[in-house]
């Protein structure tokens, strides 16, 4: 029966990890393929912590041994520290992609960088 | 062993993002694929450290994700003109 959350978690997970792949070489940019690729792999990194944990909090239940315990403490640690450096990684690059002059396809106007330079006159 | 296969599976998506990198038009496309390469490899880790039942995978999956956290920052500050 928990076998089935697991597979149902692993599947999620693999799914969105395979679509983030693929906004990589479906979107026309540099800011929409950081888009798709951030949010579908940290959100698919998710669901592999989860099957983890519960793979590893279902065999503590039947085995009682504590590396298991550890196991899933340590993958949620893991998720932390992914959940809090994937976005401030991502916001680092589209402000450099931006910042070295690249902009998005088909854009006329850059509003953004009108506004930076009115800043500092 | 299903997580055997689940890191397989995140293995072949890595190998897509492998492609961007080598493929892409322009630098910012390459960092791009590499932090989603270096996201990938984590969740990887992870799973592979359940398919063993090795939590030193996972201890290093951690050390990983945080120093891959530095580099994507510090190519991003060379990216946009220097450390200013």
Known sequence: ?121 | MIFFYATLMVGVAALLAVARLILGPSVPDRVVALDTLNTLVVAAMILLGAAYSRTIYIDIAIVYALLSYIGTLIIARYLQGGLA
């Open chain 1, 1 to 121: 029966m928990i076998e089935y959350v697991i597979y149902a978690f692993l599947t999620i997970a693999i799914a969105f990890n395979f679509l983030g792949s693929i906004a990589l070489h479906r979107f026309p940019d540099v800011y929409t393929r950081l888009h798709g690729a951030t949010k579908c792999t940290t959100f698919g990194t998710i669901f592999a912590v989860l099957a983890v944990v519960v793979h590893a909090l279902n065999m503590l239940h039947k085995t009682g041994n504590p590396k298991y315990l550890q196991m899933a403490l340590h993958s949620v640690v893991a998720l932390v520290a992914l959940l809090l450096t994937n976005p401030t990684g991502a916001h680092a690059i589209a402000k450099a992609a931006h910042l070295s002059g690249y902009l998005p396809k088909g854009a006329v106007v850059d509003a953004y960088l009108l506004k930076r330079k009115g800043g500092e006159e």
